[in-house]
């Protein structure tokens, strides 16, 4: 099919690649003349593993072209629209200045039987809004919203096998396009629910505000488990095999970060409220303290354990983006920990295998490196905050003869307290004795 891709951002260059990767005839379109030129160039803006691959075959392949000019997308059948809905400066809500914006420039190039597909998390009445405008700017067109579910580190997997579609449809006609749009998938048995444009926006909100809640929900109970000398890794594995709960998303740790959870559940509260149901949703303003209250925990730690004043000591700050895999510091808490460190006089050194550029643009006042030797380098204190491989796989002994004073806040739970602490190390996690 021809399709183009409005927005290459994290989520349109990966959904672009991918659908060109399928054997589709895809235009990627951006305003960002810089992103364009790279993406043209099969150079990724930021780093996805998987992603270089697929775009460099579907740029030489011919199957996949960027352009910064909306009306290169007027031959195509399907218009994905995955432009970014950040949270509004001093609000909590979606700016949907972006949505609006690429949907306003898509109308006068909209062919015959064109549909417009929404990727982007919006608020939910955003989809019935945009098909009545539609109906009156461009009738010969339609509207679907389709959510997008992938995960940053996995995006690449997560576009070309997802683990469900979600269809939002007017009408038959729109649900069979978005078929054979998404033919291999369907074809390989992937579970389909077809429903109304409002279900569809709220699948995706409701999805991440679960999440949010079960990564809030084991966070608390490491507060508990601090208070009371529990061991909440323990207690994770120990729920987690009741098939209803399940493992995964039960790590405790300096919280969730990114460019999704934090703001979705934000602007879900907000949408609630303007829809007079704000009581519904009123403990995801809970769920977002108790994430917050986790980088602060990991402060008070990291204080503590250097005797009461962070003042010119020196920390080791292990990761800087929201999660391993990707080089993404939006609301990263490990980035805010590093900062808010260095707030309180410590010499913070912060170090990660992928996130560096982006965390200097942001805070250009902290010292990187990408070296973890050197990070480690006569450290008063080590601060694990993001789990990339190679800090997991940190031996305890060799650490320890780097380090000036051998004391680690492991703000992931993700290290053997037992093995750290044989080899001399003062060690913390988070609800672990
Ligand atoms: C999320 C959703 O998972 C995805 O479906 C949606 O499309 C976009 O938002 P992503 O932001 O890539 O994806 O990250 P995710 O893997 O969900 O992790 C989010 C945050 O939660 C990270 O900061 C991660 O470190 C944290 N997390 C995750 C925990 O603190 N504990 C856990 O057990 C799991």
């Not at 392949?61 to 218009?79: K, M, N, P, Q």
């Not at 997997?157 to 369907?186: C, F």
């Not at 608390?220 to 488990?225: G, K």
């Not at 995964?248 to 602007?267: M, S, T």
């Amino acid at each position: 099919m021809r399709i183009s891709v409005i927005g290459c951002g994290y989520l349109g260059a990966v959904h672009a690649s991918a659908m060109a990767e399928l054997g589709h005839d895809v235009v990627g379109i951006d305003v960002d003349a810089r992103k364009i030129e790279q993406l043209a160039a099969a150079r990724p803006p930021f780093f996805e593993p998987g992603l270089p691959e697929i775009l460099s075959t579907a740029t030489e392949s011919g199957r996949l072209r960027f352009s910064t000019d909306i009306a290169d997308a007027a031959d195509a059948e399907v218009h994905f629209i995955a432009v970014g809905t950040p949270q509004t400066p001093g609000g909590h809500s979606a700016d949907l200045t972006y949505v609006n914006a690429a949907f306003e420039a898509l109308l006068p190039h909209l062919a015959d039987g064109a549909l417009v597909v929404g990727k982007s998390t919006v608020p939910v009445g955003t989809a019935a809004r945009l098909a009545a405008r539609l109906a009156e700017a461009a009738p010969q067109a339609s509207l679907a919203w389709n959510p997008e579910f992938l995960r940053e580190g996995f995006a690449v997997k997560d576009t070309l096998e997802p683990d469900r579609l979600v269809y939002g449809v007017a009408s038959d006609d729109a649900a069979a396009i978005l078929d054979q749009v998404y033919r291999a998938a369907i074809e390989a048995g992937t579970p389909k629910v077809v429903t109304d444009y409002a279900t569809a926006e709220l699948v995706k909100v409701s999805a991440n505000a679960f999440l949010a809640t079960k990564i809030s929900f084991i966070n608390a109970m490491s507060e508990i488990a601090d208070a009371s000398g529990a061991d909440v890794t323990a207690l994770a594995d120990a729920i987690g095999h009741d098939a209803r709960i399940g493992r995964r998303f039960l790590n405790a740790g300096v919280g969730f970060g990114g460019g999704c959870l934090p703001k979705d559940i934000r602007a879900f509260t907000a949408r609630a409220e303007e829809l007079g149901v704000g009581e519904s949703v009123a403990f995801l303003k809970e769920v977002d303290q108790i994430n917050l209250r986790q980088r602060q925990r990991v402060i008070d730690h990291a204080v503590q354990t250097l005797g009461g004043s962070a003042y010119r000591q020196r920390v080791a700050v292990l990761g800087v983006t929201f999660k391993p895999d990707s080089d993404d510091v939006r609301d990263s808490p490990a980035l805010d920990v590093a900062v808010q460190l260095k707030g309180l006089g410590a010499d913070v050194i912060a170090t990660d295998p992928e996130g560096i550029e982006n965390a200097r643009a942001r805070h250009p006042q902290l010292d990187y490196t990408s070296s973890t030797d050197e990070a480690l380098h006569g450290a008063d204190l080590v601060v694990l905050v993001t789990e990339w491989r190679e800090y997991r796989a940190l031996d305890p002994v060799a650490t320890a003869a780097r380090v000036a004073n051998p004391r680690i806040i492991d703000g992931r739970n993700v290290l053997d307290p037992a093995a750290w602490r044989a080899a001399g190390w003062e060690y913390r996690g988070l609800g672990r004795p």
